[in-house]
């Protein structure tokens, strides 16, 4: 019988074997072997019907199972053959049974050599199957294997993800796409082949640093874009066998809040990574740690994580770093990141290669050309460069320009000659042809291109350069109406944008319409139509959509010549934001969920923008107009604004609670808007005495939260702003607005003890923020509380403690009458305060203003028995020894018990340094002698496996043997062999110590 294989072919082969087995009934017994094998083929070929059922077999299965039930049905077969000759079939007359066929066994003797050989045939299928079975059930295994592998590697991927997005979510590869497909092909291969790039690129070289400073629009950005693709290329195997890692920075003036020291280094840390096959355990460490807190990375954390990767690439570690002089200097970020990134190319052992762009500005060129090994090569775009980009962009005018090849080479010549190495002007200069209707009018404009070519310093490029913005905006203003209007309105918004604009935001934006209740669709304009207009001025990046200005000189330029070409800018764009915050869409007020917020924003994706810069636009306002007032006057709207700023600001998650609270004031302080704010407050919107003004009973009512029964409102006049009972000037003492501070402040009957929700005054709030100036200025006032507590026992030097902010805590100390030692609900003083967030070396200067407030008590113990050397163990060895060394020596069993605790604690943290140091200075009274049971230092050090810790309490031999001993079988239970062996080896205990079922403490411990 053939078997093309189905599942029906496997039934049929066990029907045969089932069979035979019915035919072997009342068999003798020299062959009842074969009849026990027959039965085991039929087991087995039950199984492979189940299995093959369920699986999907290849046809490679399939050939081969076909193969095996082919020998199966070929033995049996022969089975029954031999079982004919044997046997006969006779018929039965017992009543009992019936008629019927049965099988009689003939009287014959059997040939040994014919059942042997059936046995083994039969054994060989039953191994073949089982087998077979064998190897579908490991491979069902492996695919089950495989597909939770890939499960795994999701679940992998996405923690990976979630992990590099929380170091930071800024990426660069989308700006590197755009900046090169703007490169002409065949550009900047003069500083790739030059003398300078490829000593740096040497292995051998010494020279790790390549600085290449320029003037404004020499090209250094395309020319970062072609390095950095350069690098990319040019060591892809390397990338591949981590040998070499490539990260790149682009800084831009317009992201300086999103390309602060911390976010600019987690970046490089991430882009590092981000090459790595699997992450760090120091990242997914840091990680977890600070998911738990909800914290970010500390400053100590991204230097170490960036000493550790640079150390996981064996060959060379490759920074490009676009625009230093686009860096933000004001808040330390340029010489913060230059020095860092310096520091460890001096200190790593793999190479640490910098590229770096910039403006000629002295600071920036002295940090680099100082350096021995920093090699320099200054950038302008060479005549090749700017000829290809002018053949590759000549296209663009007009169709008498695409026909006259002579006309082309003499643009092509002029605009070269001209530029003198300015890439940028010779975009400009080309775009301005584009309105040149004849040849005659082509080469006057390039007469006058070459006759601004006055000189080759920087001083008169920059010259050049703005007046070839003066003929770019002199074309914007002569177009026709609808155009100019269009390109002045897009310069407006681009130009004083907070941050770059995508460019359906600025579509957005530019189809609003003054005190309109929603967006008009209709009256949005189309991109080309944008651009067309702008002269030049504005590009998009494709890859990001941002819609920007062609470079930060246009930006310089406009900003200088605002009150010329732009007098209205911040006021349209404050009367533009006021409206489209107005918008009926967000009447609903502040969202209930996040993905809720999710949806707003998705749905009106101006809102996050203009919900955010409301602020800075209408500060920067001629006036307060009539839509700023309208806006608040719709608290819905206004509190939804608030919703979005305060979630962004401070936390990052939704804020949903609380928000009724906010009132007209409260919103406008929120804002820091002065002048609105007064406005209000003439407007009698806050009533500070204990009746209403006359005539301003209407504007209070609508400020009243309307669960407050009306006949209290007289008696307290805060319980209009009840919920959180936050007043205005708490709001602008939690933002620093001071001189909002200083308008409430001169009204009469304003209280400054003002108490919200939980006990907090102005005070406490401008604290905790660090807002020194606010904190002199509520200082100033005759009847402020300077140690009042709020419902935790708190005063404001405890939240200037627990906020970290040393300058506030300095100005709090200053003054007459502050209790230094005050306790809160816990027992906690300030320093305790302090010490017990755990923070790190980096953030110690509160505790140093502490102590040196002349009546410091730094034995001060709290209700649970702590002191501020027990809790100075969290961050690191110098907070111990500063406060060892201010220590006192003093009989008491409380401060005794600190010391022992603090051992305990920095047992367990394996912080070997410390334990040194509480051990060497007696005045601490740390007795090991008694410093036993359960939380002994030597116990917790053994038990979390801190053998050099348990080196070092040996080492002192005042542990009691009978403490030793304990924790010995303690740490055996667990299988600390290393630690047994130390007691051991450096202890007092006996080597031939049992417990009670006679096991020494090795065998305990390799038992487990």
């Known amino acids: 019988m053939?078997?093309?294989?189905?599942?029906?072919?496997?039934?049929?082969?066990?029907?045969?074997?089932?069979?035979?087995?019915?035919?072997?009934?009342?068999?003798?017994?020299?062959?009842?072997?074969?009849?026990?094998?027959?039965?085991?083929?039929?087991?087995?070929?039950?199984?492979?019907?189940?299995?093959?059922?369920?699986?999907?077999?290849?046809?490679?299965?399939?050939?081969?199972l076909a193969e095996i039930l082919s020998s199966c049905q070929t033995v049996l077969q022969d089975l029954e053959q031999v079982l004919g000759k044997f046997t006969e079939l006779s018929s039965t007359n017992d009543p009992s049974l019936g008629m019927r066929a049965r099988r009689v066994w003939k009287q014959l003797k059997w040939e040994p050599g014919d059942i042997r050989e059936l046995r083994e045939r039969i054994v060989s299928v039953v191994s073949?199957?089982?087998?077979?079975?064998?190897?579908?059930?490991?491979?069902?295994?492996?695919?089950?294997?495989?597909?939770?592998?890939r499960l795994n590697e999701r679940e992998d991927d996405k923690t990976r993800s979630e992990i590099l997005n929380w170091l930071t979510p800024t990426e660069?590869?989308?700006?590197?796409?755009?900046?090169?497909?703007?490169?002409?092909?065949?550009?900047?291969?003069?500083?790739?082949?030059?003398?300078?790039?490829?000593?740096?690129?040497?292995?051998?070289?010494?020279?790790?640093?390549?600085?290449?400073?320029?003037?404004?629009?020499?090209?250094?950005?395309?020319?970062?874009?072609?390095?950095?693709?350069?690098?990319?290329?040019?060591?892809?195997?390397?990338?591949?066998?981590?040998?070499?890692?490539?990260a790149y920075i682009y800084f831009n003036f317009r992201r300086h809040d999103q390309q602060r020291y911390p976010e600019v280094m987690l970046s490089v840390l991430k882009q590092l990574c981000q090459s790595l096959p699997s992450l760090p355990c120091f990242l997914a460490d840091l990680w977890n740690s600070h998911k738990k807190k909800q914290t970010r990375p500390t400053a100590g954390d991204i230097v170490r994580g960036l000493e550790e990767v640079v150390q996981a690439y064996a060959n060379r570690v490759f920074i490009v770093v676009d625009a230093v002089d686009e860096s933000s200097s004001n808040d330390g970020t340029r010489s913060r990141v230059l020095k860092e990134l310096l520091r460890l190319q001096d200190e790593s052992s793999t190479p640490l290669l910098l590229f770096a762009t910039s403006r000629y500005m002295p600071d920036i060129m002295e940090t680099f050309r100082s350096r021995s090994t920093t090699i320099s090569v200054d950038i302008r775009a060479s005549r090749h460069d700017i000829e290809q980009y002018v053949d590759g962009n000549i296209g663009t005018l007009l169709p008498f320009v695409r026909r006259n090849l002579a006309l082309q080479t003499e643009i092509k010549d002029a605009i070269s000659e001209a530029v003198d190495g300015m890439f940028l002007l010779a975009q400009i200069y080309l775009h301005s042809l584009g309105d040149k209707t004849t040849p005659k009018s082509v080469r006057t404009t390039l007469t006058d291109f070459k006759e601004r070519n006055s000189g080759s310093s920087e001083a008169s490029k920059v010259q050049t350069l703005r007046r070839a913005y003066d003929d770019a905006m002199v074309r914007i203003v002569g177009q026709r109406p609808g155009f100019k209007d269009l390109a002045l309105r897009a310069l407006s918004w681009i130009s004083c944008a907070t941050r770059p604009l995508t460019t359906v935001e600025l579509q957005h934006a530019l189809a609003v319409e003054i005190g309109a209740p929603e967006l008009d669709y209709d009256n949005m304009p189309e991109v080309d139509d944008i651009l067309g207009a702008c002269a030049g001025l504005v590009t998009v990046d494709e890859e990001s959509d941002i819609i920007r200005l062609v470079h930060y000189t246009t930006q310089e330029y406009l900003e200088n010549t605002r009150s010329q070409w732009l007098p209205d800018a911040e006021d349209d764009i404050t009367r533009i934001s006021a409206t489209y915050l107005s918008f009926q869409v967000f009447s609903s007020g502040p969202c209930r969920s996040a993905g809720e917020l999710r949806r707003r924003n998705r749905r009106n994706p101006l809102y996050p923008l203009v919900a955010l810069s409301f602020a800075h636009y209408a500060s920067r306002a001629s006036r307060v107009w009539p839509e700023v007032v309208d806006f608040f006057e719709l608290k819905p709207n206004a509190r939804a604004a608030y919703q979005y700023c305060v979630s962004d600001k401070i936390c990052r998650n939704l804020t949903v609670f609380g928000l009724s609270w906010l009132e007209i004031v409260q919103l406008a302080t929120y804002f820091g808007l002065v002048d609105v704010v007064d406005s209000f407050l003439r407007q009698g919107y806050l009533n500070t005495g204990t009746k209403e003004e006359p005539g301003k009973a209407q504007d209070s009512a609508l400020n009243r939260d309307d669960s407050i029964p009306s006949s209290l409102v007289g008696i307290h006049p805060w319980l209009a702003f009840k919920v959180s009972n936050q007043t205005p000037l708490h709001v602008a003492s939690t933002w620093g607005?001071?001189?909002?501070?200083?308008?409430?402040?001169?009204?009469?009957?304003?209280?400054?003890?003002?108490?919200?929700?939980?006990?907090?005054?102005?005070?406490?709030?401008?604290?905790?923020?660090?807002?020194?100036?606010?904190?002199?200025?509520?200082?100033?006032?005759?009847?402020?509380?300077?140690?009042?507590?709020?419902?935790?026992?708190?005063?404001?030097?405890?939240?200037?403690?627990?906020?970290?902010?040393?300058?506030?805590?300095?100005?709090?100390?200053?003054?007459?009458?502050?209790?230094?030692?005050?306790?809160?609900?816990?027992?906690?003083?300030?320093?305790?305060f302090h010490l017990a967030a755990q923070w790190c070396d980096s953030q110690l200067d509160v505790m140093e203003v502490l102590l040196n407030a002349p009546d410091i008590d730094i034995h001060a113990v709290d209700d649970n028995g702590d002191t501020a050397l027990s809790f100075a163990v969290f961050s690191g060895p110098h907070p111990v020894k500063r406060l060892i060394r201010c220590w006192t020596a003093k009989a008491s069993a409380q401060w005794q018990y600190s010391g022992t605790k603090a051992l305990q604690r920095a047992s367990r943290g394996n912080q070997v340094e410390i334990v040194e140091m509480l051990l060497a200075d007696d005045r601490l009274g740390i007795d090991l002698a008694a410093d036993v049971g359960r939380d002994s230092a030597i116990s917790t050090a053994a038990v979390w496996n801190r053998v050099d810790i348990v080196r070092v309490l040996l080492d002192t031999a005042q542990i009691p043997v009978s403490e030793q001993e304990r924790v010995m079988f303690m740490a055996a239970a667990r299988g600390l062999a290393v630690v047994v062996k130390l007691f051991i080896e450096r202890g007092a205990v006996s080597t031939g110590i049992t417990d009670s079922t006679g096991r020494t403490p090795l065998e305990v411990a390799r038992r487990h």
């Open 172 to 246: 660069y590869a989308t700006q590197q796409h755009d900046f090169i497909n703007r490169k002409q092909e065949g550009t900047g291969r003069w500083l790739l082949d030059s003398t300078e790039y490829q000593t740096w690129i040497d292995p051998t070289s010494d020279q790790r640093t390549l600085f290449c400073p320029g003037m404004p629009g020499a090209g250094k950005t395309i020319l970062t874009a072609i390095v950095i693709d350069d690098l990319l290329t040019r060591f892809a195997s390397g990338l591949a066998s981590l040998d070499i890692g490539i």
């Open 737 to 832: 607005h001071i001189e909002i501070a200083r308008l409430l402040l001169a009204r009469p009957g304003i209280d400054v003890n003002a108490l919200d929700s939980r006990g907090s005054t102005p005070l406490h709030e401008a604290a905790i923020m660090g807002h020194g100036e606010t904190v002199e200025l509520l200082l100033s006032c005759s009847e402020i509380e300077i140690n009042r507590r709020d419902a935790n026992g708190n005063t404001p030097l405890h939240c200037a403690a627990c906020g970290k902010q040393a300058g506030v805590a300095r100005i709090l100390l200053s003054r007459p009458g502050i209790l230094v030692n005050a306790r809160n609900n816990t027992g906690s003083t300030p320093l305790l």
């Open 2 to 64: 053939s078997f093309g294989f189905g599942v029906g072919d496997v039934l049929a082969v066990l029907k045969l074997a089932n069979k035979v087995r019915k035919d072997f009934f009342g068999a003798p017994k020299q062959v009842q072997d074969v009849c026990d094998e027959v039965r085991n083929l039929s087991i087995v070929l039950s199984d492979v019907d189940v299995t093959v059922s369920e699986c999907e077999l290849t046809q490679a299965q399939q050939n081969d």
């Open 128 to 149: 073949l199957l089982h087998a077979y079975l064998g190897g579908i059930s490991s491979r069902a295994i492996l695919a089950t294997q495989k597909g939770v592998d």
